[in-house]
């Protein structure tokens, strides 16, 4: 059987994360999303592998061409849509496939329980159904699928990975696999539902929390580094090479560490957090349930809490980050979210710097002592 990747999207609900690099390639647990999609369908002896790419395609094709995996890339000139990118893979596909999108996450176990089943999806209930496509059910198969209604009348959502028939082509004709599969219900044609075992997407940036939390469940451990005598581990813990944790720095775990990070002393890092490579923590910081990118640096004192960051930031002494709930105005939808703050990319903050439930854009510079509460900060702005 075949497999076809869908990685050609940036996601910009999940901005300002995708502003420099797209959706498929943003680390959980230290690991790229489309990774763990590969890993599942390896998992199931899936080999034969297209993976479409598009926006920040260059970034994408460099990190597949790392895999010891043979697969085939296509490249989605224009992001017209999921429909046309699997268009776009066409010419590859020779019988059965299975299509998946590459920014989701997805266990093995589910993939295998739809791979030998002709015209299937999975689906899963979530608690925020008008994300997505909602399904609608009648004896096990799809009835009807509505793309992100304003009131939904199911929590049964679909999770984009369907199991196909090459026929499947011949009812493209939008740009939407949505609009596909609803074509092809129209004709007649039957569409099996089976419900995924744990399955996760990231709709807005603050998710990623939930999947990393989720990821980090599996971590294997491995101590490698420099670790003091009196650092204190409980917990599964995995810690990089080059790493150096100083003298009473407790870590509890699930936590995982990367490579050439420089921690503590008298540090302490609390469950569901990843520390991505080159990142330095400095003396006296709390730090929990968060997600923190490659060659970042966190000041001495600071409490940090349900906080996602980009590459590069640089959050000075005694930065505060606590979690609330605030409206805000994602790409046009009014929400609700509960978290401490989402950081993008070369983010640099003064000492004394407070966040809470905010966006913060890439390349911001924000002076010390400020005080950022429930606000969106654009890219390149100052705050003084």
Same mark, same amino acid.
């Given at each position: 059987?075949?497999?076809?990747?869908?990685?050609?999207?940036?996601g910009?609900r999940?901005?300002?994360l995708?502003?420099?690099?797209?959706?498929?390639?943003l680390?959980?647990?230290n690991?790229?999303?489309?990774?763990?999609?590969?890993?599942a369908?390896?998992?199931?002896g899936i080999?034969?592998?297209v993976?479409?790419?598009?926006?920040?395609?260059?970034?994408v094709?460099?990190?597949l061409?790392?895999?010891?995996?043979?697969?085939?890339v296509?490249?989605?000139?224009?992001?017209?849509?999921?429909?046309h990118?699997?268009?776009c893979?066409k010419?590859?596909?020779t019988g059965?496939?299975?299509?998946?999108?590459?920014?989701?996450?997805?266990?093995?176990?589910?993939?295998g329980r739809?791979?030998d089943?002709?015209n299937?999806?999975?689906?899963?209930e979530?608690?925020n159904?008008?994300?997505f496509?909602?399904?609608?059910?009648?004896?096990?198969?799809?009835?009807?699928i509505i +793309?992100k209604?304003e009131?939904?009348?199911s929590?049964?959502v679909s999770?984009?990975?369907f199991?196909l028939?090459?026929?499947?082509?011949?009812?493209i004709?939008?740009?939407?696999?949505?609009?596909?599969?609803?074509?092809?219900?129209?004709?007649g044609?039957?569409l099996?539902a089976?419900?995924?075992d744990?399955w996760?997407d990231?709709?807005?940036p603050?998710?990623?929390?939930k999947m990393?939390?989720?990821q980090?469940?599996?971590?294997? +451990?491995?101590?490698?580094g420099?670790?003091?005598?009196?650092t204190?581990?409980?917990?599964?813990?995995?810690?990089?090479k080059?790493?150096?944790?100083g003298?009473?720095?407790v870590?509890?775990?699930p936590?995982i560490?990367g490579?050439d990070?420089?921690?503590?002393p008298n540090?302490c890092?609390?469950p569901?957090?990843?520390?991505g490579?080159r990142v330095?923590? +400095?003396p006296f910081?709390f730090?929990?349930?968060?997600?923190i990118?490659?060659d970042?640096?966190?000041?001495?004192?600071?409490?940090?809490?349900d906080?996602v960051t980009?590459q590069?930031?640089?959050?000075?002494?005694?930065?505060?980050i606590s979690?609330s709930a605030?409206?805000?105005?994602?790409e046009?939808?009014?929400?609700?979210? +509960?978290?401490?703050?989402v950081?993008?990319d070369?983010?640099?903050?003064?000492p004394?710097?407070?966040?809470n439930?905010?966006i913060v854009?890439?390349?911001?510079?924000i002076e010390g002592g400020?005080?950022?509460?429930?606000?969106?900060l654009?890219?390149?702005?100052?705050?003084?």
């Open positions: 059987m075949q497999a076809v990747i869908l990685a050609a999207g940036e910009k999940i901005r300002p995708t502003r420099s690099r797209p959706k498929a390639l680390p959980v647990a690991r790229p999303i489309i990774e763990y999609v590969i890993e369908l390896l998992k199931n080999r034969d592998i993976v479409v790419v598009g926006y920040r395609k260059e970034q094709i460099r990190f061409n790392e895999l010891n995996v043979p697969l085939t296509v490249v989605q000139d224009k992001q017209l849509g999921t429909a990118a699997l268009n893979a010419s590859h596909i059965d496939f299975l299509l998946l999108p590459g920014d989701n996450y997805i266990d093995p176990h589910s993939i739809i791979k089943i002709k299937a999806m999975l689906v899963k979530h608690p159904p008008s994300n496509g909602v399904v609608l059910l009648k004896d096990g198969f799809v009835s009807r +793309e209604p009131h939904s009348p929590f049964m999770t984009g990975i199991s028939t090459k026929d499947f082509f011949s009812y004709s939008e740009n939407d696999i949505t609009d596909t599969v609803s074509s092809m219900l129209a004709s044609k039957r099996q089976v419900v995924a744990d996760q990231a709709i807005y603050w998710d990623l929390l990393n939390m989720r980090l469940k599996d971590l294997p +451990e491995a101590r490698d420099a670790i003091s005598r009196q204190i581990i409980h917990g599964p813990v995995r810690i990089g080059g790493t150096t944790i003298p009473n720095t870590i509890s775990g936590v560490i490579n990070c420089d921690i503590g540090c890092i609390m569901d957090t990843s520390l490579s330095k923590i +400095e910081t730090m929990g349930k968060s997600l990118m490659d970042t640096s966190i000041g001495s004192h600071s409490r940090i809490i906080t980009g590069g930031c640089r959050l000075a002494d005694h930065t505060t979690s605030s409206l805000m105005d994602i046009g939808t009014v929400i609700k979210p +509960e978290f401490g703050a950081f993008g070369q983010v640099t903050a003064g004394f710097t407070i966040f439930n905010c854009g890439n390349n911001v510079a400020s005080r950022i509460i429930s606000r969106i654009p890219d390149d702005s100052k705050v003084i």
